[in-house]
């Protein structure tokens, strides 16, 4: 009932569209033009009207930018999708292999000194910009701000979002929003900053304990905020979205139409901070070109969001034990079911959002839901569509990725599931990323380890079989926000220290094209580790385990666990039936009890 993917282009619609962009660069002298898939709030999703890389190339996911020269139209993305990528644009597009392939490089191989590439400053960060122009006018090529010409040609753009703000009680947030703004101020003062601009969703929703709906499956509002030293914020709005909320936000919060953002920032008195990896050079040109003082900073909300409250950790306790008891129900019906033949991927996907609905709680899905079956579950971020549902068939792997989004938590589960027998080498395969998310999930650390120290854990399996899979082992997630949430990531490229509170996914996986796809994924939250006898009283840290589903014990390879892994497999199936047992009707306690059997 929540599927509501939106077709924006299909394949054969791309090269119209590209030479018409290339039309219009032509008029205004361009000799490059870059297309990003980010908005003007920086966020990882975005709503209908601002899909324009979509719009452009047909390519549909969350990552990734083309680059349009009058020879060359290059898409770039990661590993993720680089399957996805070769199904879902033109031949008029060239897939390239990023972040291998930086922009910089691309581009300087197709310049010459004297060219000048065009980009929509409110859709590239300061950091962005600064590092593609570095490297750019150092070859002599202009970067250069300018109309966004997709606007232009886009006929049929959507409306912009109208969904209205809902103010989160502060028995679900843990503090109230006076107090985060409070905190916050003291921090400017304590830097000698006069204000932050604030653009970000989610650091917005955050601070003002509010909710929107204006991007679909993370439950906030698109705004922007100066938060001055002082305590008192400015928040632009579209008109009328913060009418119903305007006691929640008191009187230290001015409301204003979103319109009159650039204005507010013209009167600003420096030193204003900005985020220069999440605020829009048109941001910091406009501060620029009235004489603002500006000063480098942090998104100061991004932190106090990432380490999350007690009565946070509270609300995604009882979510996940919510959304376990419907996962239950959902593979004891993927179990009776799937055998028989007649199920499609499209058929799975109804299914469990009906389910999760069914709990009254559910306010939205977290994102949507991925249900692979066969070939397509060797796609790590594939959905489903008309064109592309296929059957779930006898001996094939099934994999569904999805959560939900409840007042109280965020949720966000893998599992692979075998229906029938399960294909060559999956059996090994599978083992092999079950006791890498072990090794996270049992991971003792000293204060100061970040992603980057522990990512290795979860592939030692893969590695020494040669293998590997390309997405990072953990994401942040957020409180009944963001189902994506920075900063805090388990992933090589992260060093910022985990610290407790912090609410990360562990994902392992493994994906062969063609044949079948494996990623097993719990949430986890970070708390202080229980002192060991005889350690030396370091300040250690571990992982609590948030999320209740049963693993599919066909798929593992009980002799080659070690007794610590098979020891843990038990014991977590143990709490899994003890928490999720009184939470499921009498049928699927019978599955439950079988699915959580010891090894």
Same mark, same amino acid.
């Given at each position: 009932?929540?599927?509501?993917?939106?077709?924006?282009?299909?394949?054969?619609?791309?090269?119209?569209?590209?030479?018409?962009?290339?039309?219009?660069?032509?008029?205004?002298?361009?000799?490059?033009?870059?297309?990003?898939?980010?908005?003007?709030?920086?966020?990882?999703?975005?709503?209908?009207?601002?899909?324009?890389?979509?719009?452009?190339?047909?390519?549909?996911?969350?990552?990734?930018?083309?680059?349009?020269?009058?020879?060359?139209?290059?898409?770039?993305?990661?590993?993720?999708?680089?399957?996805?990528?070769?199904?879902?644009?033109?031949?008029?597009?060239?897939?390239?292999?990023?972040?291998?392939?930086?922009?910089?490089?691309?581009?300087?191989?197709?310049?010459?000194?004297?060219?000048?590439?065009?980009?929509?400053?409110?859709?590239?960060?300061?950091?962005?910009?600064?590092?593609?122009?570095?490297?750019?006018?150092?070859?002599?090529?202009?970067?250069?701000?300018?109309?966004?010409?997709?606007?232009?040609?886009?006929?049929?753009?959507?409306?912009?979002?109208?969904?209205?703000?809902?103010?989160?009680?502060?028995?679900?947030?843990?503090q109230s929003h006076a107090d985060k703004r409070a905190q916050l101020a003291a921090g400017l003062r304590d830097k000698g900053h006069r204000a932050v601009v604030l653009t970000a969703s989610?650091?917005?929703?955050?601070?003002?304990?509010?909710?929107?709906?204006?991007?679909?499956?993370?439950?906030?509002?698109?705004?922007?905020?100066?938060?001055?030293?002082?305590?008192?914020?400015?928040?632009?709005?579209?008109?009328?979205?913060?009418?119903?909320?305007?006691?929640?936000?008191?009187?230290?919060?001015?409301?204003?139409?979103?319109?009159?953002?650039?204005?507010?920032?013209?009167?600003?008195?420096?030193?204003v901070a900005i985020d220069p990896a999440k605020v829009a050079q048109a941001i910091a040109d406009t501060l620029a070109q009235a004489g603002v003082e500006m000063a480098h900073a942090v998104d100061p909300c991004a932190l106090p969001?990432?380490?999350?409250?007690?009565?946070?950790?509270?609300?995604?306790?009882?979510?996940?034990?919510?959304?376990?008891?419907?996962?239950?129900?959902?593979?004891?019906?993927?179990?009776?079911?799937?055998?028989?033949?007649?199920?499609?991927?499209?058929?799975?996907?109804?299914?469990?959002?009906?389910?999760?609905?069914?709990?009254?709680?559910?306010?939205?899905?977290?994102?949507?839901?991925?249900?692979?079956?066969?070939?397509?579950?060797?796609?790590?971020?594939?959905?489903?569509?008309?064109?592309?549902?296929?059957?779930?068939?006898?001996?094939?792997?099934?994999?569904?990725?999805?959560?939900?989004?409840?007042?109280?938590?965020?949720?966000?589960?893998?599992?692979?599931?075998?229906?029938?027998?399960?294909?060559?080498?999956?059996?090994?395969?599978?083992?092999?990323?079950?006791? $890498?998310?072990? +090794?996270?999930?049992? @991971?003792?650390?000293?204060?100061? %380890? *970040?992603?980057?120290? =522990? &990512?290795? #854990?979860?592939?030692?399996?893969?590695?020494?079989?040669?293998?590997?899979?390309?997405?990072?082992?953990?994401?942040?997630?957020?409180?009944?926000?963001?189902?994506?949430?920075?900063?805090?990531?388990?992933?090589?490229?992260?060093?910022?220290?985990?610290?407790?509170?912090?609410?990360?996914?562990?994902?392992?996986?493994?994906?062969?094209?063609?044949?079948?796809?494996?990623?097993?994924?719990?949430?986890?939250?970070?708390?202080?580790?229980?002192?060991?006898?005889?350690?030396?009283?370091?300040?250690?840290?571990?992982?609590?385990?948030?999320?209740?589903?049963?693993?599919?014990?066909?798929?593992?390879?009980?002799?080659?666990?070690?007794?610590?892994?098979?020891?843990?497999?038990? $014991?977590?199936? +143990?709490?899994?039936? @003890?928490?999720?047992?009184?939470? %499921? *009707?009498?049928?699927? =306690? &019978?599955? #439950?009890?079988?699915?959580?059997?010891?090894?």
């Amino acid at each position: 009932m929540f599927q509501t993917f939106q077709v924006i282009a299909r394949p054969e619609q791309g090269p119209p569209r590209l030479e018409a962009l290339r039309a219009a660069m032509a008029t205004a002298g361009m000799a490059a033009f870059v297309v990003p898939h980010d908005d003007a709030f920086q966020g990882e999703y975005v709503a209908p009207r601002d899909e324009r890389l979509a719009w452009l190339t047909g390519f549909t996911g969350s990552a990734g930018f083309a680059a349009v020269t009058a020879q060359d139209a290059g898409v770039f993305v990661d590993g993720r999708y680089r399957v996805q990528v070769r199904e879902q644009v033109a031949e008029a597009f060239t897939p390239v292999h990023w972040p291998e392939t930086t922009l910089a490089d691309w581009l300087c191989a197709r310049l010459v000194a004297g060219d000048g590439v065009g980009f929509d400053p409110w859709l590239h960060t300061v950091r962005a910009v600064d590092d593609l122009d570095g490297k750019l006018s150092a070859k002599g090529i202009a970067l250069t701000p300018v109309a966004n010409p997709v606007d232009a040609l886009w006929d049929d753009r959507p409306d912009p979002p109208a969904a209205p703000m809902r103010a989160q009680g502060d028995d679900l947030t843990g503090q109230s929003h006076a107090d985060k703004r409070a905190q916050l101020a003291a921090g400017l003062r304590d830097k000698g900053h006069r204000a932050v601009v604030l653009t970000a969703s989610d650091s917005i929703a955050w601070l003002t304990n509010t909710r929107g709906g204006d991007i679909a499956r993370n439950p906030v509002t698109q705004a922007y905020a100066i938060l001055h030293d002082d305590g008192r914020l400015d928040l632009f709005v579209g008109t009328g979205k913060a009418d119903g909320i305007a006691g929640h936000l008191g009187n230290a919060v001015s409301v204003h139409d979103i319109g009159d953002f650039a204005d507010a920032l013209t009167m600003l008195k420096g030193p204003v901070a900005i985020d220069p990896a999440k605020v829009a050079q048109a941001i910091a040109d406009t501060l620029a070109q009235a004489g603002v003082e500006m000063a480098h900073a942090v998104d100061p909300c991004a932190l106090p969001k990432a380490r999350k409250t007690d009565a946070e950790i509270a609300g995604a306790r009882e979510a996940h034990l919510r959304d376990g008891a419907v996962m239950a129900e959902f593979l004891a019906w993927i179990d009776a079911e799937a055998p028989k033949g007649h199920l499609t991927e499209t058929a799975v996907v109804t299914r469990l959002e009906e389910m999760r609905a069914a709990t009254g709680e559910l306010k939205d899905i977290s994102f949507e839901t991925i249900a692979g079956a066969g070939p397509h579950a060797a796609l790590p971020h594939y959905r489903v569509t008309e064109e592309s549902d296929r059957g779930v068939r006898l001996d094939e792997l099934l994999l569904v990725d999805s959560g939900g989004q409840y007042a109280d938590g965020t949720t966000d589960v893998t599992r692979t599931i075998c229906v029938g027998a399960p294909p060559a080498d999956a059996v090994e395969c599978y083992t092999a990323v079950l006791r $890498g998310m072990i +090794a996270i999930s049992m @991971a003792r650390f000293p204060r100061g %380890v *970040g992603g980057a120290h =522990l &990512d290795a #854990l979860a592939r030692q399996y893969l590695w020494a079989m040669g293998r590997d899979y390309d997405h990072g082992t953990g994401h942040g997630v957020g409180a009944y926000l963001c189902v994506h949430e920075g900063p805090q990531s388990l992933s090589r490229k992260s060093d910022l220290a985990f610290a407790p509170g912090m609410i990360l996914s562990n994902e392992p996986g493994y994906y062969r094209e063609g044949a079948f796809g494996i990623r097993i994924e719990n949430l986890l939250v970070v708390r202080a580790a229980p002192a060991i006898a005889g350690g030396d009283d370091r300040d250690m840290l571990a992982f609590e385990t948030l999320t209740w589903v049963p693993l599919d014990r066909r798929l593992i390879d009980a002799g080659a666990l070690v007794r610590a892994e098979r020891d843990w497999i038990d $014991g977590y199936h +143990a709490d899994t039936l @003890a928490k999720i047992g009184p939470r %499921v *009707g009498a049928h699927v =306690l &019978d599955w #439950l009890t079988a699915a959580c059997a010891p090894l």
